[in-house]
Nanobody
Framework: VQLQASGGGLVQPGGSLGLSCEAS????????IGWFRQAPGKEREGVSC????????AYGDSVKGRFTISLDNAKNTVYLQMNNLQPEDMALYLC?????????????????????????WGKGTQVTVSS
């Protein structure tokens, strides 16, 4: 399993940024893909998750209404569109995947993954929010 996150950078408060997670080495339909973030001195936080086979999604409470997760099955890529970014969103963003039971994972499975972590992890991309 290989995961490559990209798209991080510097953005001003209130700005937007889009992240990508390109995945390879596994059967796409058998996994859920999640975004997490890790800020210095803070615990890792589950940001968002999407199930590849049926598109079920989940979001962390702190990003609901501002972040949107989507996927491109043809490219085995998951995207995270982040709007109205604030200084508290500044972190290393990582993507990860969880083996799922297709058709039986859904939103609940995504939420478990965000809460407890996932099976495979990629390297992160840094998001800095500063004026």
């Amino acid at each position: 399993v290989q995961l490559q996150a990209s798209g991080g950078g510097l953005v001003q408060p209130g700005g937007s940024l889009g992240l990508s997670c390109e995945a390879s080495g596994f059967s796409w339909d058998d996994y859920a893909i999640g975004w997490f973030r890790q800020a210095p001195g803070k615990e890792r936080e589950g940001v968002s998750c999407i199930v590849a086979s049926d598109g079920a999604k989940a979001y962390g409470d702190s990003v609901k209404g501002r972040f949107t997760i989507s996927l491109d099955n043809a490219k085995n890529t998951v995207y995270l569109q982040m709007n109205n970014l604030q200084p508290e969103d500044m972190a290393l963003y990582l993507c990860a995947v969880d083996r799922v039971v297709p058709g039986k994972w859904g939103v609940a499975g995504c939420r478990r993954g965000l809460a407890y972590g996932m099976d495979y992890w990629g390297k992160g991309t840094q998001v800095t929010v500063s004026s």
